[in-house]
């Protein structure tokens, strides 16, 4: 790609991998929406996406939309509508942050972490359920019933099995490679378990994309900061959401995840401040009360200061 301005790199974009609705704004209320309080008025929403080639009606259904799925909370003032994010959804949403911003490579002691429901110990229903949302955190099926992590988070899966309703329903343990009986090392099930070429791939289109930003810095307005921050972060979430996050050990060398993890804290860090204003003023525009950015916020990307 030849050189663009950053305008002329958003609409590039746009026009050649334009965002899901929903999606799009799902990424606004995590990276942008959370940090000042967790809520918005409907209108500003609409303003915030429009540059984002969103229209007030799909900004319309895709709030709806998450409402329905217990992201967000409706309530009204005369003609205006207010949102804001679900106490139940903020676990969910954390644990995406956490995804997002920090950097890959888990410290890994060598062991995996197995989920069990053996035939009849739950039902059709709740094993579907539970397997969404363990394939969402990384875990991947080895067999009817036997889902497996080399590193997952603790509290993530206690979270997960209280939500879904697997609670005590099911086993969850530990294994570790027994030695001297002649197995494969256990480190090769990563291979067996995960195609990573999706990943991989995605990674890369992700660098490709995002690398020319590095050269953009000088003509930013806040305006194009916002976009180009938002888009960063819908394009990084969208590849992470597949990626079931292994330790660095069990990964081809070099992964891309890592180069890419880097190239988003460069991009993000050199837009975040001049978005921040055009967060500010059109937040501001419907509540003069809007807070500033949290101090977690200022922990992104290892401390955005």
């Avoid at 009204?76 to 509508?81: A, Q, V």
């Amino acid at each position: 790609m030849t050189r663009l301005t950053s305008g002329e790199w958003i609409d590039h974009f746009l026009t050649t991998d334009p965002p899901r609705h929903k999606s799009l704004v799902m990424t606004l209320c995590g990276d942008a929406i959370a940090p000042h309080g967790g809520a918005f008025w409907l209108g500003s929403m609409i303003e915030l996406l429009a540059p984002l080639g969103v229209s007030d009606r799909l900004v319309r259904t895709s709030v709806f939309r998450l409402v329905q799925e217990g992201w967000l909370v409706a309530s009204r003032e005369g003609r205006r509508s207010r949102y804001a994010l679900e106490p139940k959804a903020l676990p969910r949403l954390a644990r995406a942050n956490r995804r997002i911003y920090s950097p890959p490579g888990l410290d890994w002691d060598g062991r995996w972490r197995f989920v069990l429901a053996p035939n009849g110990s739950i039902d059709g229903d709740l094993r579907a359920l539970l397997r969404k949302e363990l394939e969402w955190e990384g875990f991947a099926m080895l067999a009817t019933g036997v889902m497996a992590h080399p590193a997952p988070d603790g509290d993530t899966l206690r979270e997960i099995l209280a939500r879904s309703g697997a609670e005590g329903k099911v086993f969850v343990c530990d294994a570790a490679e027994l030695p001297g009986v002649g197995s494969r090392p256990l480190p090769e099930l990563a291979g067996d378990a995960w195609d990573l070429s999706g990943v991989v791939a995605g990674y890369r289109g992700f660098i490709d994309s995002f690398t020319p930003l590095l050269d953009t810095q000088a003509d930013l307005t806040p305006q194009d900061a916002f976009a180009i921050r938002t888009l960063l972060i819908h394009a990084y979430r969208r590849v992470q959401l597949h990626d079931p996050m292994l330790p660095l050990e069990l990964l081809p060398d070099p992964w891309p995840g890592t180069a890419a993890y880097e190239l988003a804290k460069q991009v993000y860090r050199l837009s975040y401040a001049r978005a921040e204003e055009h967060v500010m003023r059109l937040l501001g525009k419907e509540d003069a009360h809007t807070p500033p950015a949290d101090d977690s916020f200022y922990g992104r990307f290892g401390g955005l200061a």
